[in-house]
């Protein structure tokens, strides 16, 4: 199984960003994808999550500026950005699980089998 962000790059705050993960070689249809990130001076934290089920969940800090979406046809899964913020700067990493199938909180990142390389959000003020 391999995942692979792409679409991080630099943005002013109040912009927006999508980022993209796209899964190959997972041999199910349906599968829950989570975006976590990480600042030097931060531990890693789960942000956003798809189910299974299409079910989402966003954390507190980003619920109404971020969201996630799936395009089964092309395996990919986006986390939509918007209205960023400088405390968003982070190494955004998304990762599958094939475990968890309804979300109801962000699953800990133990519940999470592949893991992407990650992709770095800059937003300057």
Same mark, same amino acid.
């Not at 796209?22 to 999550?49: D, H, L, M, N, T």
């Not at 507190?60 to 405390?87: C, I, W």
């Given at each position: 199984?391999?995942?692979?962000?792409?679409?991080?790059? =630099?943005?002013? #705050?109040?912009? !927006?960003?999508?980022?993209?993960?796209? %899964? +190959?070689?997972?041999?199910?249809?349906?599968?829950?994808?989570?975006?976590?990130?990480?600042?030097?001076?931060?531990?890693?934290?789960?942000?956003?999550?798809?189910?299974?089920?299409? =079910?989402?969940? #966003?954390?507190? !800090?980003?619920?109404?500026?971020?969201? %996630? +979406?799936?395009?089964?046809?092309?395996?990919?899964?986006?986390?939509?950005?918007?209205?960023?913020?400088?405390?968003?700067?982070?190494?955004?990493?998304?990762?599958?699980?094939?475990?968890?199938?309804?979300?109801?909180?962000?699953?800990?990142?133990?519940?999470?089998?592949?893991?992407?390389?990650?992709?770095?959000?800059?937003?300057?003020?």
């Amino acid at each position: 199984v391999r995942v692979v962000e792409s679409g991080g790059g =630099s943005v002013q #705050a109040g912009g !927006s960003l999508t980022l993209a993960c796209a %899964v +190959s070689g997972y041999p199910y249809s349906r599968y829950c994808i989570g975006w976590f990130r990480q600042s030097p001076e931060k531990e890693r934290e789960g942000v956003a999550a798809i189910g299974a089920d299409d =079910s989402t969940f #966003a954390i507190a !800090s980003v619920k109404g500026r971020f969201s %996630v +979406s799936r395009d089964n046809a092309k395996n990919t899964v986006y986390l939509h950005m918007n209205n960023v913020q400088p405390e968003d700067t982070a190494m955004y990493f998304c990762a599958l699980s094939s475990r968890v199938n309804n979300i109801l909180a962000m699953p800990r990142d133990v519940f999470f089998d592949a893991w992407g390389q990650g992709t770095q959000v800059t937003v300057s003020s």
